[in-house]
Each structure stands twice: as structure tokens, then as C-alpha cells.
């Protein structure tokens, strides 16, 4: 058989089933750094929204920071009105504003040892390590990142409270984005109010900078998740150079129930396209927790879509979306459109 050398190679899906998900403890903390679509972001190429001020303040605030300077003004929970003392700068703000943009930016300004990932990552190195060497690992470091900041549970709540605390005594500067105000952090989810003082504390590190405006992915395309028969979804896999895999959709749920979501990084690396068979709306919050987090680490390896079924953009219910746990499913939503439709950054 003759082969066209002009022909992109391409190979028959795997399956995400078969991909290997072991992560050490020493794999984790070298995995903490911006997502490879991160890895050239600068405070130059953020392009702030001339219709949403506070974008430009943020890109200020931020400069500001890396220069070892608080923002001037005081955060938005700040005891005093115009607190500079503060270790930490926290993004607030709705998703897809740049929030991640501007951390990664501050990252690579920073001197240093210094560590970027997102708050499950944190909370999975303290389970892989233990809390000692968790410490141990991260004591020292200029900057400590921390991308979509959220507490879902009285343990996170504790245990980041303490580690940053720590950390924070140590000398190590943080940075963290999310979509909730730090001192409304865990609403909705939980019983907040009964660790009011872990929050407190938490809150206390960061003069808070809101970051306002509309998600950048949908500025010129609202766009829909794009599907399509059940059929072509191989078909289409194969004109994607690359590595793909193709699964059924209960399938791929029942993996992620079955491997913590700190190595879900592992099972997608260096995977170009996923293909997703007979997708369905979810019935099980905590199913859909977890393709939430999935998407996450689809969504900073850049990695495709291709499914069949219901539109991954309709696949949260109604009361799943009403609930506290709102945000995470628009974030997922809005990051599924554009894996989808194949907008990647």
C-alpha cells in the first residue's frame, strides 16, 4: 500500500479508559505552571474591553503587585480603607474575562521558584504529600497561584485557611482567581456561615480586584455546543492529527468517579480530540462535579470535542443550574462551547 507522505498520519481513536492516570506526588508539583495556552501571556497581549473599565484597573492592579506594590485603592474587604499590607491579590469576576490571562502573566513576571495551578490542585498535593511535605514543597516560593478559587466543603475550607497561612508566614506572596467574592466563598454549598472564621482569615490575605465584562470566547458569536450524528463522530476524529480518543459518554462519567479529578491532567495529556458517544443530560450532581472539573483540564490542554447526543451545552439541568454551584456550570458551559466548535485560544 502506498502512503501520501503529503497526508497528515493519522491512527484509530483509543479510548481515555486505557490512558495510564498515575500522578506522584513529585509529577503534581512539576505540573504546577500555566496551561500551555497560558505559557506566552503577558500584561501587553491582554486586551482589555474598552466597554468594562475595570479590565484595564485589573491589568494595572496586577502590575502593581508583580512590582511588590498593593493596589492602591483598598480591596474590596479590606478593614481598612486603604490597606496595602496585604500578601495576596484576588481576581474577581465573572468567567471568561481574563482572569486566568492576568494570573499566568503575574506568574511569569515573578522571580523565583513559583507555582501555578488550580485550587483542586493544591487540595490534591496536600492528599498526595501530606500536609507536612505539602508545606515543605511549597514553603520558599516567591508566588503561589491559585486559578479558580472555590470551597465546596468544610475540609478545603479548613485546610486552605491553614496552608496559606503558613505559607503566607513564611514570605510566600498569592495570587488566586475565582467567581465568588473571598468572603462569600463556600456559599450555597455548604454551611459557610459556621466557618466564618476560616473564611475570614481567608479573605484577610487579599486585597480583592473585580474584574468585570463579558466572556471573551462569545464576544463576537454567542454560539451553541456543536454536535453531531453518532456516526461521524469517528469520522470527524480522523481529521484530527493527533492522538484522539472515542468513548460513550456513561462510560467516560464512570472513569471520572473512579480516579480522584487531580489526575484527570494526566489522562487527557498530550491528547489532540476526545470523542464523546451518546452524551445525556446529567441527573447525578455529582457526576456532573465531576465532568466539570474533566472540562476544566480538557480546556487548558486545548483539547477538542467531537460528540453525539445532547449538546454538551444543555447537558446541566435547570435546577443544577439554579443551585450554588451555578457558576461552575456556566464556567463549563462556556468552555464546552468553544471546545466544541473548535475555538481554542
Not at 506526588?25 to 503577558?42: D, I, N, T, W, Y
Not at 508566614?169 to 456559599?187: M, V
Not at 492529527?241 to 489522562?267: C, M, N, Q, W
Amino acid at each position: 500500500m502506498t502512503v501520501d507522505q503529503h497526508s497528515p498520519a493519522t491512527t484509530a481513536p483509543t479510548s481515555l479508559l486505557q490512558r495510564d492516570d498515575r500522578l506522584s506526588g513529585k509529577e503534581m508539583v512539576e505540573h504546577l505552571v500555566p496551561p500551555r495556552q497560558f505559557m506566552q501571556a503577558s500584561l501587553d497581549n491582554y486586551r482589555p474591553d474598552a466597554d468594562f473599565p475595570s479590565q484595564a484597573e485589573a491589568v494595572a492592579a496586577v502590575g502593581a503587585f508583580a512590582s511588590g506594590a498593593a493596589p492602591k485603592r483598598g480591596g474590596l474587604f479590606s478593614r481598612k480603607k486603604n490597606d496595602d499590607s496585604r500578601p495576596g491579590i484576588y481576581l474577581d469576576g465573572g468567567f471568561g474575562v481574563g482572569k486566568t490571562h492576568l494570573l499566568a502573566s503575574l506568574w511569569h513576571r515573578a522571580r523565583g521558584r513559583k507555582y501555578f495551578g488550580t485550587f483542586i490542585e493544591y487540595t490534591a498535593l496536600v492528599g498526595a504529600l501530606g500536609y507536612a511535605d505539602t508545606v515543605k514543597a511549597l514553603k520558599g516560593a516567591s508566588l503561589i497561584c491559585i486559578d479558580e478559587f472555590e470551597l465546596d466543603d468544610p475540609g478545603d475550607t479548613r485546610l486552605m485557611a491553614r496552608l496559606l497561612g503558613e505559607l503566607v508566614a513564611s514570605g510566600t506572596r498569592i495570587a488566586a482567581t475565582s467567581n465568588t467574592p473571598p468572603n462569600a466563598l463556600g456559599e450555597g454549598r455548604f454551611a459557610a456561615q459556621d466557618f466564618l472564621r476560616e473564611i475570614d482569615a481567608l479573605a484577610g490575605q487579599f486585597n480583592t480586584v473585580r474584574v468585570d465584562g463579558v466572556d471573551y470566547r462569545h464576544r463576537e458569536n454567542s454560539g451553541h455546543a456543536v454536535t453531531v450524528p453518532g456516526e461521524e463522530v469517528a469520522e470527524r476524529l480522523a481529521e484530527i492529527e493527533g492522538e484522539t480518543t472515542l468513548d460513550d459518554f456513561a462510560a467516560v462519567l464512570g472513569l471520572l468517579g473512579r480516579v480522584h479529578p487531580s489526575r484527570y491532567v494526566k489522562i487527557v495529556e498530550n491528547v489532540a480530540a476526545i470523542g464523546l458517544l451518546d452524551v445525556q443530560a446529567f441527573s447525578s450532581q455529582t457526576d456532573a462535579l465531576r465532568f466539570v472539573a474533566f472540562v476544566d483540564r480538557l480546556y487548558d490542554a486545548q483539547v477538542q470535542i467531537v460528540a453525539s447526543g445532547t449538546p454538551l451545552d444543555e447537558v446541566f439541568p435547570a435546577d443544577m443550574l439554579a443551585g450554588g454551584y451555578r457558576k461552575k456550570y456556566l464556567r463549563a458551559v462556556s468552555r464546552l462551547i468553544a471546545l466544541t466548535s473548535g475555538q481554542r485560544e
